[in-house]
C-alpha cells in the first residue's frame, strides 16, 4: 500500500520561505516523477512543479518560476518544494502526487493537468497561508 504526505505547510509573511516535503511509504520515489499542486477554494487545482525520475526534467509553472524549486534527496525518499519570495497568491492547500506510470514531467500547463488527472497517489495537503 503507497501512502503519500506532506509537510512544512504553515503561516509566513509575504516574502518570506517554506520548504515543503513529500515523503511516501511503499514506494521509491526516486523512480518515478513527482508533482506538487496548490488548490484554494473554488478554483481547479494547479500543477505548481514536477520532477522527473533521475532528474532528467522539471517544470514549474509560470507563476512560480525562479521564485520555487523542487528536488528531491533519494537517500530519503523525499522531494521538497523550496517556496522563495512568497506572494499572498501563494496562499493554497499544497499537495504531492505521484504514480508508478509516470516518470517524466510535462512541458506544458495541460500536460500538468493531464498528469493530475492519472496520479494516483495524492497525499493529503499541507496548508500554505501567506498573510502579514
Known amino acids: 500500500q503507497v501512502q503519500v504526505a506532506e509537510s512544512g505547510g504553515g503561516l509566513v509573511q509575504p516574502g518570506g520561505s517554506l520548504r515543503l516535503s513529500c515523503t511516501a511509504s511503499g514506494l521509491t520515489l526516486e523512480n518515478t516523477a513527482i508533482g506538487w499542486f496548490r488548490q484554494v477554494p473554488g478554483k481547479e487545482r494547479e500543477g505548481v512543479a514536477c520532477i522527473s525520475s533521475g532528474d532528467r526534467n522539471r517544470y514549474y509553472a509560470d507563476s512560480v518560476k525562479g521564485r520555487f524549486t523542487i528536488s528531491r534527496d533519494n537517500a530519503k525518499n523525499t522531494v521538497y518544494l523550496q517556496m522563495n519570495s512568497l506572494e499572498p497568491e501563494d496562499t493554497a492547500v499544497y499537495y504531492c502526487?505521484?504514480?508508478?506510470?509516470?516518470?517524466?514531467?510535462?512541458?506544458?500547463?495541460?500536460?500538468?493537468?493531464?498528469?493530475?488527472?492519472?496520479?494516483?497517489?495524492w497525499g493529503e495537503g499541507t496548508l500554505v497561508t501567506v498573510s502579514s
Open positions: 502526487a505521484t504514480d508508478s506510470h509516470f516518470n517524466t514531467c510535462p512541458s506544458s500547463d495541460q500536460g500538468m493537468r493531464l498528469l493530475r488527472i492519472g496520479m494516483d497517489y
